[in-house]
């Protein structure tokens, strides 16, 4: 039971307290450039939490079979083979079965390869010398996280786009400072797990 506890625990950690965007800035540019929809926000969101996941439970193992042939200095290089390969499958599979949302996409698909939020779960994981489950968590949690966090941005950057602000704050400054206080409003996190 402890150990079910620990795994949601883990989830609700990466997910709210060290949220990937809003605490450590990764996955900025399709945070900024997919969130003017919400539904294109959600595909995204989508499509980042299942390569965060495939991608850690790939490279974990791999991880393993590095450090026992004495080359885990290999593991970034890997890493990124593995999550550029992740991507392109799912491309095709989102081209193949949902046009639309392979076009509202547009060019931000095949950036989920250099999504910095991807591979710094894949590398964090072994950084931190987590076991299995805690990495499953992390990256359940993390992806989650980010799905969350873009799609509530995209709702708040629907209506800024519908409301009178000034000229100078229209498009992305209003985005930043919306998101920096999103970041704000996170931090209230900080407390719920000890």
Known sequence: MN?????????????????VTLARFYGICP???????????????????FVIILASLICWPIYQLLS????????TITYILVIASIVQLIEM???KYSPSLYKSL??????????????GVAQGNTDQALNFADSMANAIGTGVGFALVIFI???????????????????IPIALVTAALMAMAFLG?????K
Do not use: H
């Not at 547009?106 to 591979?119: Q, R």
């Not at 409301?163 to 229209?170: E, H, L």
């Open 31 to 49: 945070f900024l450039g997919v969130s003017k929809k919400s539904s294109s926000a959600l595909g995204m969101g989508v499509a980042v939490v």
């Open 189 to 193: 996190f900080s407390g719920l797990i």
């Open 93 to 95: 599979f989102i081209k």
């Open 153 to 171: 941005f995209s709702t708040i950057r629907y209506r800024l786009d519908a409301s009178d602000a000034p000229k100078a704050f229209k498009g």
């Open 106 to 119: 547009g060019v931000y698909l095949p950036l989920i390869t250099t999504n910095c939020a991807v591979l």
């Open 3 to 19: 150990y079910i506890i620990a795994f949601l625990l883990g989830i609700v950690n990466a997910m709210l307290i060290n949220n």
């Open 68 to 75: 026992l042939a004495g080359i885990a200095f290999m593991d």
